[in-house]
């Protein structure tokens, strides 16, 4: 199976309500869409969000890294050669970890159809099912309580919280969405680098002073900051997940290393793809560091990448998937079956999707 072609497209498909955190507000998933295809007809995709808040990589950037450098080297080459493509896709430009993720997961996506089986098994097989969180925006109170309840009633049992905007309106929003859904509900606060270290200590203490249960914070300070976070990871009694400060291998095993935090978020996004993901797992596994699996605003290509790795390996233990429940429209076929909060594995090889409506050039 010889990589003859590495087109690119694009998809916009808008959001069910806009998606605001406190680094951007997005009304519309505007992504990079990638199909690879090979000498006997096969074709895997991929897909790239820009994110340039987080990631850094534009529009424009992504497609050039793609056009310009990743496809011309990795043309002609056969697919079972898993280890060499990575090697050029990885070496031949630096950064540009979103275009390196689109290409390395329809890269992944063809190699599963060489085994003839579904990525996730090729990956591990771990499980068959994963449960989701859901995103509830950064707004008023009432709005927020309100996107709250009405998830709770689609089924979901895990809500994801964006705050960061202000401290003390932070800890009502929590707070009132507590009180709204009850205790049973968990409750995932993520801040998107919105605190300084010791807001943010202040702000997470006084909330488990409330009693308000949180099962992690995420990301409460920024990025860079690691000494700041593992000042609020050694102060408070609730779980510190390190999001946008990893980022690599590298990152991860500084983290752990430092005890800068206690969870690890991976995003194919940010390490650049399935490949070094893995590198992540394996080091966090080994310290017996527990692992969630997020997305960017990705549609359905790429959160069936994240999907299938989740399922693959056991030291992810939390999904943050749910970036298709936040579309208003679903226009791939096949693939992992999202429901509601539970996201089915299939028995199709590769990704499982054998559709997307876009125009290759």
């Known amino acids: 199976m010889k990589i003859t072609k590495i087109d690119t497209a694009e998809i916009s498909i808008p959001l069910v309500t806009p998606f605001k ?46 056009e310009d450098f990743i496809a011309p080297n990795l043309i002609g080459m056969e697919i079972e050669d898993l280890d060499g493509i990575m090697g050029r896709l990885h070496g031949c430009i630096l950064k540009n970890t979103s275009a390196k993720a689109a290409v390395d997961m329809a890269v992944y996506d063809l190699f599963a159809k060489s085994c003839n089986k579904p990525l996730y098994k090729v990956l591990g097989g771990r499980k068959k099912e994963i449960e989701t969180d859901l995103t509830i925006s950064v707004n008023g109170v009432e709005e927020m ?11 979901f049992n895990i809500l994801k919280i964006k705050v960061g905007k202000d401290g003390a309106g932070d800890v009502e929003r929590i707070r009132a969405i507590r009180q709204a859904v009850g205790p049973d509900v968990k409750l995932r606060v993520d801040a998107n680098q919105g605190w300084s270290p010791k807001e943010a200590v202040r702000i997470i203490r006084t909330m488990e002073d409330m009693g308000i249960g949180m099962d992690l ?10 000494e700041g976070m593992k000042f609020v990871t050694g102060q408070v009694d609730t779980p510190i997940l390190a999001d946008e400060s990893v980022f690599s291998a590298e990152d991860a095993i500084r983290i752990i290393q430092e005890r800068a935090a206690d969870l690890i978020n991976i995003k194919l996004m940010k390490t650049g793809g399935i490949h070094e993901a893995l590198k992540v797992c394996a080091i966090a ?51 992992p079956v999202f429901e509601g909060p539970r996201i089915l594995m299939g028995e199709d090889a590769g990704l499982g999707i054998t559709r997307v409506p876009v125009f290759f050039d």
């Open 145 to 155: 309580v309100a996107d709250s309840l009405k998830a709770v009633s689609q089924g």
């Open 285 to 335: 596994e080994s310290f017996g560091v527990e692992c969630m699996i997020g997305c960017m605003l990705e549609s359905k290509i790429a959160v069936s990448a994240a999907a299938h790795l989740a399922a693959g390996k056991g030291i992810i233990t939390r999904a943050d998937l749910d970036g298709p429940s936040l579309c208003k429209e679903d226009p791939y076929t096949g693939g």
């Open 21 to 66: 955190t406190a680094l951007r507000t997005v009304d519309s998933v505007n992504d990079v869409v990638v199909r690879i295809t090979t000498e006997d007809g096969q074709v895997g995709f991929g897909e790239a969000p820009p994110t340039a808040v987080i990631t850094g990589d534009t529009r424009g950037s992504i497609l050039c890294a793609i």
């Open 217 to 226: 914070v995420e990301q409460p300070v920024r990025a860079h900051d690691f």
